[in-house]
């Protein structure tokens, strides 16, 4: 099965925003929000091969909300006469008065090769996540085990501790008995 075919959610809530994640967008397409039409313009971009910048955007004179969005390409092209040139794919995002999200322009066209994901690729990621979910799950093993050793190393030295005691008061007794047999034999001597 592709990765389109997988993909299907929505991501508009209201009627006549209903939006499948593999499509590709046009203009009068809607979302119920700025991050969901970012969103379909970022997973649209993955599956074919480019990566996302924000352009320019607008903002309301009346509250300062930003009421237009322009996402585009990051790629570009190395020209031998013009130098750099950036690529001029991008969606025109722009809010609607009952605070719906629609697509007002729509620049297919990239200046570069597009390099899709391949499924060998995302299956890498893939594996690479699980390796970091495992490694971390085995790092909260190990720090609740250092804890663990820790208090037993605490106990030990507590017992330790103890046993210096009593070996204390035993060195006491035997040096008090040692003094008891000098004086003893000083006695006598005498
Ligand atoms: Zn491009």
Redesign the pocket.
């Known amino acids: 099965m592709d990765e389109a075919n997988e993909r299907v959610e929505k991501i508009g809530e209201t009627s006549g925003c209903e939006v499948q994640t593999n499509q590709e967008p046009h203009e009068g397409m809607g979302f119920e929000s700025e991050s969901a039409a970012k969103s379909f313009y970022d997973d649209y971009a993955r599956r074919l091969g480019?990566q996302t910048r924000f352009l320019s955007s607008r903002k309301s004179e009346r509250d300062g909300s930003v009421i237009s969005r322009g996402v585009g390409?990051?790629?570009?092209s190395e020209n031998r006469s013009k130098g750099h040139e950036s690529?001029s794919?991008m969606v025109l995002l722009k809010k609607e008065k009952l605070g719906t999200w629609v697509i007002r322009r729509f620049v297919r066209d990239?200046?570069?090769p597009?390099v899709p994901h391949s499924h060998i690729s995302r299956r890498e990621l893939d594996e690479k996540d699980i390796r970091i979910q495992e490694l971390t799950a085995e790092l909260r093993v190990k720090r609740r085990l250092s804890t663990a050793y820790k208090e037993h190393l605490i106990t030990f030295m507590k017992d330790v501790e103890d046993h210096n005691g009593h070996l204390s008061t035993k060195i006491h007794l035997v040096y008090d008995n040692l003094k008891k047999l000098e004086r003893e034999e000083l006695l006598r001597r005498k």
Do not use: I
């Open positions: 480019f390409c990051r790629g570009g690529c794919a990239h200046n570069h597009l």
